[in-house]
């Protein structure tokens, strides 16, 4: 509401506020789901229709055949592919909070200097 009382237009405001304010439980919410999707197996062949297979069926299927490479190189792609995914959350999230903390000090810094410089800025223009 701030950003918006100042002008921001709602697309800008989403995109640069919404967004990174709710990232982080977004990237929690995809690796929850995709960690809950895989326990699944039971309530998904229930609920699947005939002919429709879900991840989890596809690898039940395949251990209980027999695990053949394929079913080793996609499980190995899925966990290459979320391990890399929580790795550049994390990185970015850090940096981004990095910045964040520097942006605070710097600008700390400068108004500690400006309200230190306006007394002798007075004393000065007085004397």
Do not use: C, H
Request: proline content about 6%; overall charge neutral.
């Amino acid at each position: 509401e701030a950003a918006m009382d100042l002008g921001a237009r709602p697309f800008k405001v989403f995109f640069l506020i919404t967004i990174p304010m709710i990232a982080p439980s977004l990237a929690a919410g995809g690796m929850m789901s995709f960690a809950l999707s895989l326990d699944d197996l039971v309530l998904a062949s229930f609920v699947s229709g005939p002919g429709s297979t879900t991840l989890p069926m596809e690898v039940f299927s395949a251990v209980r055949l027999g695990v053949k490479p394929e079913i080793n190189a996609v499980a190995s792609l899925i966990l290459l592919a979320v391990s890399l995914a929580t790795f550049l959350v994390w990185y970015f999230s850090r940096k981004a909070e990095a910045n964040r903390k520097r942006a605070i000090q710097d600008a700390m810094e400068q108004t500690a200097n400006e309200s230190w410089q306006a007394p002798e800025a007075r004393t000065a223009t007085t004397a």
